[in-house]
């Protein structure tokens, strides 16, 4: 039986991908291992289901990753597992680089040493820094924080590897994605979760700067099977892709949405900018040419199915980040 690794499989992007593998006609018959430290996800997203191994670990264990691919011979990888959160990683650069980039070493060279078919990874829209938009696969990425940067490290790392070594991969550049299982309690990152789980609790939702920042948000259940069947598709082997919506919209028009999905209030409290990329938004000409077309579920639609969601799971309730290593410049409401 042909077995297949997603790390970060019990987070929101990453849990939702794993649901698209075991429905994919060409996968389903194969076994999922989900390896997560549960520090941005829950045990419970990953799917009750007999094909699904669930293994509580980090990938920068390195032993442990090797021990699972000694064990399962991953056919395909799809690494998930990073911490996402763009505009904190300014202030946490070396848990940062750690877990975003390192990590994702451990996998590499395992994938290389035990033949792994193709590695597909997610990267980000953050390693086009704040280029002309809208960005496509040819704009030069200039990421802007240590995040991107570490992004698009994996990437070069991966053309490097299957230049060498013959390591197949997919990579992807999703944005600004949301729906159901979103950690809605984390308070630095997934602008739509952070307004749901404040809008549930009476607070206002907090916006940096003027809230014209444009952003085009992604409904996970459109890109979670291209995802899935990514390796099985020749056309794709050895390219990157962006992934994600066509049509912005600005933070504040965002606001006035989610809070009509929850059928409340849209009531915002405007916050000292911050150091971001004030518009990012992308095209997808060519995942379309690759992959055929693709659902983009409209926004106001996709916040409905995502609040809905939201209700039935109630509030959670977040923690700070303890391990902040540069107090410079960090917004007050991230102490």
């Avoid at 040819?138 to 992004?151: F, R, W």
């Avoid at 912005?248 to 990329?277: D, I, K, Q, S």
Wanted: proline share 6%; hydrophobic share 40%; charged share 20%.
């Amino acid at each position: 039986m042909p077995a297949y690794l997603v790390t970060g499989g019990a987070g929101f992007l990453g849990a939702n991908l794993v649901r698209a593998i075991l429905k994919e006609p060409a996968l389903r018959d194969g076994a999922v291992v989900v390896l997560d430290d549960l520090s941005g996800g829950f045990q419970e997203n990953v799917p009750q289901d007999p094909r699904v191994t669930f293994v509580h670990g980090s990938i920068n264990d390195a032993k442990l990753i090797e021990r699972l691919f000694h064990q399962y011979r991953f056919r395909y990888v799809y690494h998930l597992a990073a911490y996402a959160a763009e505009g904190l990683s300014h202030f946490i650069r070396r848990f940062n680089y750690t877990n975003n980039l390192l990590g994702s070493m451990n996998l590499i060279n395992a994938a290389v040493n035990y033949e792994t078919e193709c590695f597909v990874f997610t990267s980000s829209i953050a390693v086009y820094g704040s280029a002309q938009t809208p960005m496509t696969e040819e704009t030069t990425p200039q990421p802007e924080d240590p995040y991107g940067i570490a992004k698009y490290a994996v990437e070069l790392d991966l053309h490097s590897a299957h230049e060498m070594f013959g390591l197949n991969y997919v990579i992807f550049r999703p944005h600004n994605v949301y729906g159901e299982l979103q950690n809605i309690g984390d308070k630095y990152r997934n602008v739509v979760g952070i307004f749901m789980n404040r809008l549930l609790q009476g607070q206002p939702m907090p916006i940096f700067g003027d809230g014209e920042q444009q952003r085009a948000f992604t409904y996970v259940q459109d890109i979670a099977s291209i995802m899935a069947s990514s390796p099985l598709n020749g056309a794709a082997q050895n390219d990157v892709f962006n992934l994600g919506a066509d049509q912005p919209c600005t933070v504040n028009e965002l606001a006035r949405l989610t809070a009509a999905a929850l059928g409340l209030p849209a009531h915002v409290e405007y916050l000292p900018p911050r150091n971001e990329v004030r518009t990012a938004f992308a095209k997808h000409s060519k995942i379309r040419n690759v992959f055929g077309a693709s659902p983009e579920t409209p926004l106001a639609e996709g916040l409905q199915q995502m609040a809905s969601w939201v209700r039935g799971a109630g509030v959670r309730q977040g923690k700070n980040f303890s391990a902040i290593e540069i107090p410079k410049n960090l917004p007050e409401s991230w102490r």
